[in-house]
């Protein structure tokens, strides 16, 4: 079956340091995303692409990044972390209808 | 922000009872979707509405859409406690691309 897989599933890293969370999907969708889910905020995006090599920011995007060199993966890159980026980050594809999420993966900066 | 909101933030029901929750947004919309997490796990998609549509129905589940009132409703009929989630509505622009998430609502239904 088609999936869409997050790694790690867990993490705790230092302030400072760069990050970088994986996400594969295979159900060969165009469109994938970046979220981040804080305690009465929902879900945020942070970065989006429609396809192999376009990024888009989101409305919460600053110090993150992404990349986009194939379809199946957009790992998000936290480039230099800082506690704010504490937090639960979940990747999700679509292909125009509705959107598959991965199982998230909890990001600890102390 | 595109953000939308859910109302009410939380809500506990009796196993047998209706729930209903609320989704107030800001744009112009393509379609709005509901969708349900787990406590730990990622979101699912429970049902779609169109923005040309008004009602629709999945199983134990209604959903309205008043696009006048930039509003929308899921109606969870006859709970059980696998009902326990937190449902979150999302907007889709018009390009189709795009979701954005509500800031949830916290259903327990108590046995």
């Known amino acids: 079956d088609a999936e869409i897989t997050q790694s790690p599933r867990h993490k705790i890293t230092e302030t400072g340091r760069q990050v970088t969370l994986a996400c594969h999907q295979t159900?060969?969708?165009?469109?994938m995303f970046w979220y981040r889910q804080d305690l009465g905020h929902g879900l945020r995006l942070i970065h989006y692409s429609y396809g192999v090599h376009d990024t888009n920011k989101g409305e919460v995007s600053d110090g993150y990044s992404v990349s986009r060199s194939n379809t199946e993966d957009l790992p998000l890159t936290l480039e230099s972390a800082a506690s704010s980026q504490t937090s639960v980050y979940f990747c999700?594809?679509?292909?125009?209808?509705?959107?598959?999420f991965g199982q998230g993966t909890r990001l600890t900066v102390v | 922000s595109q953000q939308g909101e859910e109302d009410p933030q939380a809500l506990s029901i009796q196993e047998g009872e209706n729930a209903t929750m609320n989704c107030s947004y800001k744009t112009s919309i393509n379609n709005l979707q509901w969708y349900r997490q787990n406590s730990g796990r990622g979101l699912v998609h429970l049902i779609l509405?169109?923005?040309?549509?008004r009602e629709k129905h999945s199983g134990r589940l209604r959903v309205t859409l008043d696009t006048s009132k930039k509003s929308s409703s899921l109606l969870i009929t006859a709970s059980r406690a696998a009902d326990t989630a937190s449902y979150f509505c999302?907007?889709?622009?018009?390009?189709?691309?795009?979701?954005?998430f509500g800031t949830g609502t916290s259903l327990t239904v108590i046995p």
């Open positions: 999700a594809s679509s292909q125009g209808q509705q959107a598959f």
């Open positions: 159900w060969n969708h165009n469109n």
């Open positions: 509405i169109r923005s040309n549509e």
């Open positions: 999302a907007t889709v622009s018009n390009t189709g691309n795009q979701f954005y």
